[in-house]
């Protein structure tokens, strides 16, 4: 493909002292192909040169990962052009884009997708508040608040579609912020939360159990026969004694039973105790 001379000028006009030449050579490199399966290119960006949208001389079909090197290329050419940027970030993002890339492109393109992101970021800031003002100022946030409130009261349908949704996404919800909070100790898996739970939840969990009477459920008879059965075939109680005794866990926790007993649950300190003021406190 041969870029006309017109659409070379317009280019190199709009940033006075980029070299868009890398870029242009990129382009005209790429075989003329057809649309199927390809994506369409604007040699001028469609956003800064609207009159060249439908301009076939300013067309090219390209792979998606030819479609990122274009943009990567456009990027390169004027990094201070914070549009070019943004476009390049957020095709990275798609994985048609960045699949077919080899190791040595992927490693050149960090800078660059490092400025897109940034930049992407402070716009979104910007303009949310920008936007969120103008939104309040002129009252359509008030005004699509009270008709939405009224259509969804008038629903019955939708209502009971949301209740619903938040039934299953907050089932979802609660899973995926379980697993993130144990991956990064948060929340009640923080170090020394777990043990301040169990005292506090342990107690109230308990009592509720009592009073509604789920626990004299539990306890029958035939769940106890269950449970000593069960209990006697893994060797219950001399077999696991052993055990632990031999492993050394009944050392390592004996000490911790007593701590907590005598010390944390009566609020002393004890100086000759190794375990006062440590970290299991």
Not at 117 to 129: D, L, M
């Amino acid at each position: 493909m041969t870029i006309i001379g017109a659409l070379r000028e317009e280019l190199s006009a709009l940033i006075p002292g980029a070299d868009f030449a890398p870029y242009l050579s990129f382009i005209e490199s790429r075989p003329q192909r057809e649309k199927s399966g390809l994506e369409r290119h604007h040699i001028l960006p469609r956003k800064e040169f609207p009159a060249h949208v439908k301009n076939p001389d300013n067309l090219i079909f390209l792979s998606p990962e030819d479609h990122l090197r274009a943009h990567y290329q456009l990027a390169l050419c004027a990094p201070n052009f914070v549009p070019f940027q943004i476009v390049f970030y957020l095709m990275s993002n798609w994985n048609q884009h960045i699949f077919n890339l080899t190791e040595s492109e992927l490693h050149a393109c960090v800078e660059t997708y490092k400025r897109g992101k940034e930049a992407h970021r402070e716009w979104s800031r910007t303009h949310g508040q920008l936007q969120g003002r103008k939104n309040i100022e002129s009252g359509h946030i008030q005004a699509l608040g009270k008709l939405q409130g009224k259509k969804n009261v008038e629903n019955v349908h939708r209502a009971r579609l949301n209740a619903q949704n938040r039934k299953l996404y907050g089932y979802l919800g609660g899973r995926v912020s379980g697993r993130k909070n144990r991956e990064l100790s948060r929340g009640f898996f923080a170090p020394g939360m777990a043990a301040k739970g169990g005292r506090i939840g342990g107690s109230i969990a308990g009592r509720k159990a009592v009073e509604s009477g789920q626990l004299a459920s539990i306890r029958t008879p035939e769940n106890w026969a269950k449970a000593l059965k069960k209990l006697q075939e893994i060797g219950w109680p001399k077999e696991l004694g052993r055990r632990n005794v031999e492993s050394g866990q009944l050392a390592k926790i004996r000490p911790m039973g007593s701590h907590t007993r005598w010390h944390v649950n009566r609020g002393i300190t004890n100086p000759k105790c190794s375990l006062c003021g440590g970290e299991n406190v």
